[in-house]
């Protein structure tokens, strides 16, 4: 059966649909400045199509964990959870077939960071017997979106048996950008950085090294 989501109308007025076996079969990127409605288009998205799948929606800054008391979402405070614990209760979610909310809400970026993992990595892990279409959605936290992540999540996914070590990102600061020329130094990757980097990878424990 195809499922059509409602996500409002276009310019001309018809109505403008999703359709839900495409994107579970693909990817969707929503992308803009902040401010520009960005959650609230995700949310249309999680709530017209909460009766037919499965939904993971991981979130940085709890604006999704009211979807538990309208759609019966199971709301997971990370913040409460060790890592391994999260890989628990990931696979408990696919073997049950409920829908979850992970909120990252209290946890710094790099926690942050390392939770989702934790959680993402634990349903990757759980049996296939109980892999069944599932959305995942992950709301952006605004430091995060660039160049690098989006290499890294590729390479993670399509070519992790490949990998020696773990990826490493080498990037801007997490600020915004300087006006003073002088201080561009300071902001842009530096060739110490990147050999570093380098280094950090040729040795035993070393890291892949992804610069942006």
């Not at 288009?41 to 009766?51: F, V």
């Not at 990998?163 to 950008?177: E, S």
Request: charged share 20%; hydrophobic share 45%.
């Amino acid at each position: 059966m195809k499922v059509g989501i409602d996500m409002g109308a276009t310019n001309a007025g018809s109505a403008a649909t999703l359709d839900l076996e495409e994107l579970l079969a693909t990817r969707l990127l929503v992308q803009g400045n902040s401010g520009s409605g960005k959650s609230h288009l995700l949310r249309r998205l999680i709530e017209q199509s909460a009766q037919w799948v499965q939904q993971a929606v991981i979130d940085p800054e709890g604006d999704f964990v009211t979807l538990a008391e309208r759609f019966g979402h199971v709301v997971v405070e990370a913040d409460e959870h060790s890592e391994a614990a999260l890989q628990s209760v990931a696979a408990r979610v696919r073997q049950h077939r409920v829908s979850v909310v992970l909120n990252l809400e209290g946890l710094d970026a790099e926690m942050q960071m390392r939770h989702a993992a934790a959680f993402l990595g634990g349903l990757f892990d759980a049996d296939r017997d109980f892999w069944y279409p599932m959305l995942v959605v992950v709301d952006e936290a605004h430091p995060r979106c660039n160049l690098a992540t989006d290499i890294a999540a590729f390479v993670g996914q399509n070519a992790f048996g490949a990998l020696k070590a773990g990826i490493q990102m080498v990037t801007a600061p997490h600020t915004p950008v300087p006006f003073a020329p002088s201080l561009e130094d300071l902001y842009v990757p530096s060739a110490d950085s990147i050999a570093s980097a380098v280094r950090r990878t040729l040795s035993p424990k070393g890291a892949r090294s992804i610069a942006a």
